[in-house]
């Protein structure tokens, strides 16, 4: 099984006429969106999505136990009162189809797919300043200009493989978990071996465990996990929701993450130890993120606050695993609890108390290799049917990575941020004229949909800033961008996220050159954020250079 990147060489020079406004690229979350917005303007837009129908990451990941740990109707659009009125939410924490089903419905509403092309997958994007134009390239040798690019390619879409020897050697079935396969993969009384335990994994060991004859996973670094709570919603429930759609998304914008949960206005510290274990336990039995974003204001940021949380919730993981041994595996030595991207499980722990379920962890016993029939250990070699690696993603810049983009005088962006990335607020890069970014690097970061939404809202604010006024070319400037990057590094100041190795710092074992901790994402809260793009926009769009 391979992942490979595509490279291709596109023209530099454009010599034909331009024939788009705007191309965006994905057809996922930020992507569906942007496109209304792009259209509105009245912009001549086209969408290319190399899947072969509108999702993004939840058309890619059908993997088993996929689903939302966003409260679903927190996730959705608010563009729409039709759409809110007339869609219906079956679970609090919908599962991949059910929200592969709601994308696909927004699309048929708004008649996207007549603006989308699909199967399409850009692989060179090369600024011609001549014409102040972008040339794109597909990989089937197809090849588009346009005035203004917009990437919606999403911030955990490129999916990694470990860097195992013998990975393409396994003669039995084997996946990635972002590209399960569409008819399904029958586990049923099969030995499956499962490598990871991030976020998916959590949701994959949990699932194939009912139904695999031997289930083992192999432990790269535990992860703490907390309880999903998930339960159907009632035709009555629902009817509530949508009478509260109003204060849901309202309190969304409030909040750092913008989910419905905020932090606690206490300290950890100042309470008594009964009242402190009171409010943990009422949160660990509550449904969603509110054990994270929900908690005590310094447990994210003080050491002590974030030592009780943790001590809670490793006695949690040995009530609730019969092993102690194993328990203590699965409780997390290297980072506190919260610290990296919390799973939310349902019986997770417990699957290791099942009979037909052993649990690996390769910093003791280290992976030396895969095999034709399995994977040898330094313990030993597992005979397996099926490997599925939950091994995540190269996040926030793989997508871009994916494709050779180029800026003025053929710079390379991946050359750009080969030190890490550098933006105006997420939105542009110096040297990048009229390519403009939803969700990319150093923008904020939380609740998808509602981040996605702001990000379209601004980018089409600012095209329409620059139709209106006849402008052929944006682009911001080297200084706006670094004045940027270390407002970016001072709001993150005090996180013990940044103390930590994860997706969110840049970290990741499978790419190189991704082994040094640095600022990926915006750490001040969607308030924060919002506040300095506002300004921005307040003062004339200071920063960014139009033409």
């Not at 090849?143 to 039995?172: M, N």
């Not at 943990?280 to 994270?292: A, L």
């Not at 070699?381 to 939950?390: G, Q, R, V």
């Not at 990741?508 to 926009?537: H, I, T």
């Amino acid at each position: 099984m391979t992942l490979g990147v595509q490279t291709h060489e596109a023209k530099r020079e454009g010599t034909g006429a331009i024939e788009w406004d705007a191309i965006v690229i994905g057809a996922g979350v930020s992507g569906l969106y942007q496109l209304y917005r792009l259209r509105e303007l009245g912009m001549k837009t086209l969408v290319l999505e190399k899947g072969a129908r509108v999702g993004g990451t939840w058309y890619w990941n059908r993997y088993p136990g996929a689903r939302f740990d966003s409260e679903s109707w927190t996730y959705i659009y608010s563009f729409s009162k039709e759409v809110l009125d007339e869609w219906t939410w079956t679970e609090h924490f919908a599962s991949q189809p059910e929200t592969e089903r709601y994308l696909n419905f927004v699309a048929d509403k708004f008649d996207f797919r007549r603006n989308i092309e699909f199967n399409s997958e850009v692989v060179a994007a090369h600024y011609d300043e001549g014409s102040r134009s972008w040339n794109l390239s597909l990989s089937d040798g197809r090849e588009y200009r346009t005035r203004f690019l917009v990437t919606a390619i999403g911030i955990l879409s490129e999916a990694t493989l470990p860097s195992i020897k013998g990975v393409e050697t396994f003669r039995g079935a084997s996946f990635h978990t972002a590209r399960w396969p569409e008819e399904g993969v029958d586990l049923r009384g099969k030995r499956v071996a499962v490598i990871g335990t991030g976020s998916t994994g959590v949701q994959v060991v949990q699932e194939v465990s009912k139904v695999a004859g031997q289930l083992t996973v192999f432990q790269r670094t535990a992860n703490w996990a907390a309880p999903l709570h998930n339960s159907k919603i009632t035709p009555e429930e629902m009817q509530r929701i949508r009478a509260d759609y109003p204060d849901i998304l309202a309190r969304c914008r409030e909040t750092p993450q913008c989910f419905v949960h905020a932090p606690d206005s206490r300290s950890a510290l100042e309470v008594t130890d009964q009242e402190r274990e009171a409010f943990f336990e009422q949160r660990y039995s509550e449904p969603g993120f509110g054990i994270w974003y929900g908690n005590f204001r310094d447990i994210l940021v003080d050491r002590e606050a974030n030592r009780l949380i943790s001590d809670f919730v490793a006695r949690k993981i040995r009530e609730r695993v019969k092993d102690p041994a194993i328990a203590d595996k699965l409780i997390p030595k290297d980072h506190g609890f919260g610290t990296r991207r919390l799973p939310l499980e349902t019986k997770y722990f417990e699957a290791f108390n099942q009979p037909n379920v052993e649990l690996v962890d390769v910093k003791e016993t280290p992976i030396e290799e895969i095999t034709e029939t399995g994977i040898r250990t330094t313990a030993g070699e597992y005979e397996l049917d099926a490997i599925i690696y939950a091994t995540g993603f190269n996040a926030i810049i793989g997508a871009f990575e994916a494709i050779d983009i180029r800026g003025v005088g053929g710079k390379s962006l991946k050359e750009e941020w080969s030190s890490g990335p550098h933006t105006f607020l997420g939105f542009l890069v110096a040297g990048f004229p009229n390519m403009l970014m939803v969700m990319g690097p150093h923008g904020g970061l939380g609740n998808f949909t509602r981040f996605a939404e702001f990000n379209a809202n601004w980018v089409t604010e600012l095209l329409g800033y620059a139709r209106a006024r006849g402008v052929t070319r944006v682009e911001t400037t080297p200084e706006a961008q670094e004045e940027w990057y270390h407002h970016v590094i001072e709001s993150a100041a005090g996180l013990l996220s940044n103390e930590v190795d994860s997706w969110m710092t840049g970290i990741n074992k499978n790419v190189e050159g991704r082994s040094v901790r640095r600022p990926y994402r915006y750490g001040g809260g969607f308030p924060g954020f919002k506040r300095y793009c506002d300004q921005v926009v307040e003062n004339g769009y200071a920063g960014v250079v139009f033409d």
